[in-house]
């Protein structure tokens, strides 16, 4: 009767293996999708003699032990790396290497390797089928409001253009004085309105290569901008070697020497105290036409949050409309010391077990986590090639199990007929 016994652990063996290679090859083209396999193990050995060791001149007796049959032993999770295939939509992530996104379902933390992400009514970037919440590492939830409004202020200005070496004021023009060049430029404050700056260079001297300058605030629809601290200073340009006609970065003074700058108050209600710091190298200084004007500056007018991009270090970037581009948080990737260890979920989620081990936090590209690929998605890792050649010895298995059954049985059948 033992024979039957033990060919029924093969049969619900096999049948079991067959249900994990049917579920993987079921998943075949599922996103991001790791492949199980099943394995067997011996059910438990029945010792019929057990061993002697060697006496006199007989050596020992091994152990005269047969088995009892088959279980499966474990189900192991595969999670080796996926294809990555682009998808052309850039909400859509995929990690290269080890890690996991953390998604949270506001009770606790759900891991996945499933970036089919998207944005949902609040602006909340969830997983487009479970609607948890992708988490990052900065705010937790993250949250990417489009349509708000950002502006940035003006830190640093360029001038650019030359000031006439050979400039002498000319007693025959009484409305000008050739010495001196007036120019403005503009600010943008902190709330993005744009303001005036008035800048005038003056040469003290007909025979010298330095230019002083001085700067103001041009008032207007009602507002009274000003600066605060010194609002002049001066420089000299060299007059021979490589750098002729350049100015002499060393001898700046005021607040447009290095590291310094000027404290801007924009006089409305907008933040006060706005430090801008001006560069004059792209000036010149040669016996040529003074002309000089803003090069460029890094403020920005107000623009909306028009769209958002993740880079492989899985930083989140709002983009506006005005070209501004700020980083909203950190995508939270997790590791763990066992990976295949973790409680399979559905839609391709996972839940952290004692045997995975605690989940390692931290941003992409670090502590051994991949990098993110955007506009693209992991597929699955089952090989259907490998898995149709284990159908098949699954199948063999199971009938192999089964024709034991049947000749046990005709055994059994011939011993009964014996009485007869």
């Known amino acids: 009767m033992s024979t039957f016994s033990t060919a029924i652990t093969g049969l619900k063996a096999y049948q079991t293996d067959l249900g994990v290679i049917g579920n993987n090859i079921a998943n075949a083209n599922t996103t991001g999708y790791k492949a199980s396999r099943a ?122 253009g030359n000031l006439d070496a050979s400039a002498v004021d000319d007693p025959q023009t009484l409305t000008k004085d050739e010495t001196a060049l007036d120019t403005s430029f503009f600010v943008i404050d902190s709330l993005g309105g744009k303001h005036e700056i008035s800048i005038q260079f003056t040469k003290p001297s007909a025979s010298a290569a330095t230019w002083n300058y001085s700067v103001s605030a041009v008032s207007g629809s009602g507002e009274t901008p000003s600066f605060t601290g010194p609002t002049s200073g001066s420089f000299t340009f060299a007059v021979s070697g490589a750098d002729t006609g350049k100015v002499d970065m060393s001898t700046i003074t005021g607040p447009g020497s290095a590291g310094g700058f000027f404290s801007f108050n924009p006089g409305n209600a907008a933040a006060s105290g706005q430090s801008v710091a001006i560069d004059f190298s792209y000036i010149t200084g040669f016996a040529a036409l003074s002309n000089v004007s803003m090069k460029q500056q890094d403020g920005l007018p107000p623009g909306s949050l028009s769209s958002f991009n993740v880079g492989a270090d899985g930083k989140v970037n709002g983009v506006y409309s005005n070209g501004l581009v700020t980083v909203i948080d950190t995508l939270k990737m997790a590791s763990f010391s066992n990976p295949a260890g973790l409680l399979r979920l559905a839609n391709g989620q996972f839940g952290e077990t004692p045997n995975s081990g605690v989940a390692q936090m931290g941003a992409a590209g670090t502590g051994g986590r991949g990098t993110i690929v955007a506009g693209a998605l992991e597929q699955s890792n089952v090989d259907l090639g490998t898995e149709l050649v284990n159908l098949i010895i699954a199948q063999r298995g199971y009938e192999s199990n089964a024709q034991v059954i049947k000749v046990a049985n005709d055994i059994q059948q011939t011993t009964l007929n014996l009485l007869r």
Do not use: H, M
């Open 39 to 160: 394995q067997f193990s011996d059910l438990l050995v029945q010792t019929l003699q057990g061993a002697t060791p060697p006496s006199g001149g007989t050596g020992g007796i091994d152990p005269k032990q047969i088995g009892a049959g088959v279980i499966v032993g474990g189900i192991q999770n595969i999670q080796t790396q996926g294809a990555i295939e682009p998808t052309g939509r850039s909400s859509d992530l995929a990690i290269q290497g080890e890690g996991f996104f953390v998604l949270s379902n506001g009770e606790g933390q759900i891991y996945t390797r499933v970036g089919t992400f998207e944005l949902d009514a609040t602006g909340n970037l969830v997983d487009s089928g479970t609607g948890l919440k992708v988490q990052g590492i900065d705010k937790g939830d993250i949250s990417i409001p489009v349509g708000s409004n950002k502006a940035k202020a003006t830190t640093a200005v360029e001038l650019a």
